[in-house]
């Protein structure tokens, strides 16, 4: 007996047609964003406050995002942002004919960029850590 | 009745009505040979925008400056198979932060060449 009988490619034939308006009307959609690499866990196991100074620093964590003046003193403040996120989502649009049509949108997306902020004396010495 | 052949290449365009890759860069890359003939305690500020131009950003720090170059790669590839889209985006960077003390003498270096490693992707490949 085949599996492909009369009924079920009628049945097809209106599945697939609908599937083929769909598009334009609803849909559901996956994305997956990166922006920038987070460094090298083991150079960051590296870093050693009262240690570590600012061009070893460079050396093995590479060029950071931001560097700004640490407002607490004469020192220099220096910031490394990364993020991967991925998100699921659909969107309903109901075509009216007029220039106004409803549609609807959501994405479960979040935002967590994580960060590593260093902050450096004067003198090019590592004074403190955060990360995040 | 067996499927037809000839009927999958049409259903398979249909199935993909629309795909797409794209790229944006912002700035040209940078120059690692350019960066690589700095001299820490020897290059002055004149030298570095010599080698690589005008910086993108100036940071006043207390005792000297910080001078960003940089250049930014993102690769966006996107997929729809009729109701399910899958999109994926990656974004990175060259950067370069060259610091000066206040006489104007290169006194750091940091450089980071990624740009280039941009990948088209969907879902976390």
């Known amino acids: 007996m085949s599996a492909f009988t009369p009924s079920s490619w009628r049945r097809g034939a209106w599945i697939g047609s609908l599937l083929c308006l769909l598009p334009a009307c609803a849909g559901i959609s996956y994305e997956h964003r990166r922006v920038e690499q987070p460094p090298a866990e083991r150079a960051m196991a590296m870093l050693q406050v009262g240690t570590t100074d600012l061009q070893s620093c460079l050396d093995t964590m590479g060029a950071p995002m931001m560097v700004r003046k640490d407002e607490q003193g004469d020192g220099m403040e220096l910031l490394w942002l990364w993020e991967e996120t991925s998100a699921w989502g659909f969107f309903i649009s109901i075509p009216t004919g007029s220039d106004y049509s409803p549609s609807l949108n959501w994405a479960d997306r979040e935002r967590h960029p994580q960060f590593l902020r260093l902050f450096f004396s004067g003198d090019g010495k590592l004074l403190r850590l955060s990360r995040g | ?125």
């Open chain 2, 1 to 125: 009745m067996r499927f037809p052949a000839f009927l999958l290449l049409p259903i398979l365009l249909l199935a993909a009505p629309s795909c797409y890759l794209g790229q944006a860069t912002v700035d040209a890359p940078l120059d690692g040979a350019a960066i690589a003939q700095l001299e820490v305690g020897q290059s002055t500020a004149n030298d570095v925008t010599r080698l690589l131009g005008a910086p993108n950003q100036v940071v006043e720090l207390g005792t000297g400056s910080a001078w960003l170059y940089q250049a930014q790669n993102g690769k966006q590839m996107g997929i729809w198979l009729l109701v399910f889209g899958a999109f994926g985006q990656d974004t990175r960077s060259d950067r370069c932060w060259v610091f000066f003390n206040e006489a104007g003498t290169l006194t750091h270096v940091g450089t980071t060449l990624d740009a280039d490693h941009a990948e088209y992707h969907l879902a976390g490949s």
